[in-house]
């Protein structure tokens, strides 16, 4: 994979360690292996689109990676703690403070407005209320919602959500940003606006890790990892060209 | 700390959100705590009004008097051992009274004779029935405590003469004179005309049972002129000291042994009461409605309580995604826990405080309607609704709020 074409090459610290990781559900009397074996390596300011048709263990590593859920065997590093040895507690705390995740579905709480929504994750982190009110306030202006504060998400369009649900995810400055189909319940034009929100959160130095099953938004991402059967079937760098072809557009 | 504090407020500001957003399912749960928080106050409040009535009504027998009869203010199981016993005589108080003066230090300051039978009375064309004719001497009023609505009590010379005069409880007072005022005016007693000379204050009834205002009060010669069938006799003794109360019971007992002329062989051949000994015959009685009162209102709040704990099952499944998205922001089991927690103690704290209001406003219109009823309502037993719909909260808020909180956040955020 990593032959002599020019590519960028990651550079920082690494984030994510995943070695040889497997997961085995039982689903009735059978034993379903969704993950067989995966090991993925990601550092500090990477953009990554995971990709694989549904049933490819897409999903599964997702939440292996968001610290949804544990693995049968492997080893999970992350920032150099070992996951898989984690408590629920713990895996609270790494969720809480590592990991922003954004919905397909935007999970917003429907009765709370767009601050209250941004401030939960740092309530979770014991942030006072005032500093609170400031990070959310601030965050929520940068991802272009200054003028919605103390809009309920029934109040908001579909675009305007996912920005909220961005900007929750962003608020406690995790480590990584794990987005499951963000653009999957937009229309082509908001999806595109909400990439290039992705596409300027990188650029600020965010870490980016993208499930979906659309290659036009795994476009965006610099490396594409792609699933086959519980497998790592390619994981691949943008090259240079195409690179450049983006910097275009 | 500070996070638990900041978790805390989070969380109740989802129950109150929750409980608006709710409005009817959270007025129809709360209605089971309501009428449950209702029915334990009003049994709470109806048990501590016979409590104070209780006391009330035993306050009239007066703590520093000792009863001398026939028969033990208690139930017997032996009651042919006292049916034969001899008849308690009026004349007794003269020889008591005598035996006193003699003593030196003696614990008894007096004892009054009196006789009571039940006739009716007459003013008229107004008649009542069954109204307590009692016969005693002027000294009567030192052992009674009550007062006087109009007029006095008889006197010495009226008393010793067995003068045809009368004092009248307020009940006959007020039937047979319902506008007039009865001073002066002649009632017949047994056909026997009685001048009133008095009217006593309302005293109310004894635990509901006997009106202490159906009475009339007469000379005791006049008394034994006219009604001597049928009246039985009891000997009131005062105390002068409350607090030496069993020894004046023993000194009384010795000189009524004496007065009967017992062989030191033979038994107590009369009782001698006191309002103690009617408490503790009647404290269980009071105690076992207390409990079953308590029991029965107490299911309807368990009623409730059930109510409660359905809805907050209803409220995890309905919300799993909601519970799957706050644990991958990094909800901990403890905050999913808590908030559930809250949100049912919300619900019953809420159903509390209304049931509180309408138990309150009821028990305000009992207590205008009928000024007698005995009906308290104590701050204490404000508390502890308050403090009982919060318990209430709590444990039928449990089992949905662990339940939530052990759920699987991958499974929790893929439920539709």
Redesign the interface.
């Known amino acids: 994979m990593m032959d002599t074409r020019d590519s960028i090459r990651p550079v920082g610290p690494v984030v994510i360690d995943i070695e040889n990781i497997t997961k085995d559900y039982v689903m009735g009397e059978e034993i379903v292996h969704a993950l067989r074996g995966v090991s993925l390596r990601v550092h500090r300011n990477e953009y990554i689109a995971i990709m694989g048709p549904s049933g490819s263990g897409k999903s599964t590593l997702m939440?292996m990676v968001?610290c949804?859920?544990t693995p049968t065997s492997g080893r999970y590093g992350f920032n150099g703690r070992n996951v898989a040895e984690m408590d629920?507690?713990e895996l609270?705390?790494i969720?809480?403070?590592e990991i922003g995740?954004v919905?397909q579905t935007f999970?917003l709480?429907p009765?709370?407005n767009t601050l209250r929504n941004v401030e939960?994750?740092l309530?979770?982190?014991?942030?006072?209320?005032e500093t609170r009110e400031e990070r959310a306030t601030q965050t929520l202006i940068d991802v272009g919602l200054g003028d919605r504060l103390h809009h309920k998400p029934n109040e908001l369009s579909g675009g305007q959500r996912q920005r909220v649900a961005i900007a929750?995810a962003l608020v406690?400055r995790p480590s990584i940003i794990l987005a499951d189909e963000p653009t999957g319940n937009l229309d082509s034009k908001t999806g595109e606006e909400i990439m290039s929100l992705f596409e300027d959160l990188y650029r600020r130095g965010n870490t980016i890790i993208l499930v979906t099953h659309e290659a036009d938004i795994a476009r965006h991402a610099r490396r594409t990892v792609r699933l086959r059967d519980g497998l790592i079937e390619s994981d691949d760098l943008m090259t240079v060209p195409e690179l450049e072809s983006m910097a275009l557009t | 700390m500070?996070?638990f504090l900041?978790?805390l407020s989070?969380s109740w500001k989802i129950a109150v959100?929750?409980m608006r957003?709710n409005m009817t399912r959270s007025t129809l749960t709360a209605l089971g705590v309501i009428i449950g928080i209702v029915a334990v106050t009003l049994m709470g409040t109806a048990i501590s009004g016979i409590q104070v009535g209780f006391d009330k009504s035993m306050a009239i027998f007066g703590d520093d008097v000792l009863y001398v009869g026939q028969w033990p203010w208690k139930n017997v199981d032996d009651w042919w051992n006292y049916r034969d016993r001899k008849k308690i005589k009026t004349e007794y108080a003269e020889g008591l009274n005598r035996m006193i003066a003699m003593t030196p230090n003696s614990n008894l300051a007096i004892a009054i004779p009196t006789s009571s039978v039940y006739r009716s009375v007459k003013y008229m064309d107004s008649e009542v029935n069954n109204v307590l004719i009692r016969g005693t001497v002027s000294d009567y009023i030192i052992t009674s405590t009550f007062d006087f609505k109009e007029g006095r009590f008889f006197n010495e010379l009226e008393s010793r003469g067995g003068a045809n005069v009368c004092v009248i409880g307020y009940d006959v007072a007020d039937a047979l004179f319902p506008s007039a005022s009865p001073i002066d005016k002649s009632v017949l007693i047994n056909g026997q005309p009685f001048k009133v000379v008095g009217v006593i204050s309302r005293q109310g009834s004894f635990l509901g049972l006997f009106s202490l205002d159906s009475i009339v009060v007469i000379p005791l010669p006049a008394f034994q002129k006219y009604f001597t069938a049928k009246s039985e006799a009891e000997i009131l003794v005062k105390v002068k000291d409350k607090t030496k109360l069993a020894d004046a019971k023993d000194e009384l007992a010795g000189l009524m042994r004496h007065v009967r002329g017992l062989p030191p062989e033979k038994k107590d051949d009369f009782s001698i009461n006191e309002q103690q000994a009617l408490k503790s015959t009647l404290d269980p009685i009071k105690n076992s409605i207390a409990v079953a009162g308590l029991f029965i209102t107490g299911l309807s709040l368990f009623v409730g309580a059930i109510g409660i704990m359905n809805i907050t099952f209803v409220s995890v499944k309905e919300r799993t995604?909601?519970i799957?998205?706050?644990?991958?922001?990094?909800?901990?089991?403890?905050?999913i826990l808590l908030q559930f927690l809250i949100e049912s103690t919300a619900l019953c704290l809420l159903g509390g405080i209304i049931g509180l209001t309408f138990a309150f406003l009821m028990c305000f219109l009992i207590g205008v309607a009928f000024p007698s009823f005995p009906i308290h309502f104590s701050s204490k037993l404000v508390l502890v609704s308050i403090l009982v719909s919060v318990l209430t909260g709590l444990i039928s808020g449990f089992a949905p709020a662990w339940s939530a909180s052990r759920l699987?956040?991958?499974t929790a955020?893929r439920y539709e």
């Not at chain 1, 309530?123 to 209320?129: F, N």
């Not at chain 2, 799957?324 to 905050?335: D, F, I, Q, S, V």
């Open positions: 939440n968001g949804l859920d629920d507690d609270a705390a969720r809480n403070r995740f919905f999970n709480l009765r709370a939960l994750p309530i979770y982190a014991g942030v006072d209320p929750r406690n | 500070k996070r900041y978790e989070e959100a929750q957003s995604k909601e799957g998205t706050r644990k991958a922001l990094g909800a901990r089991r403890r905050t699987d956040p991958v955020l």
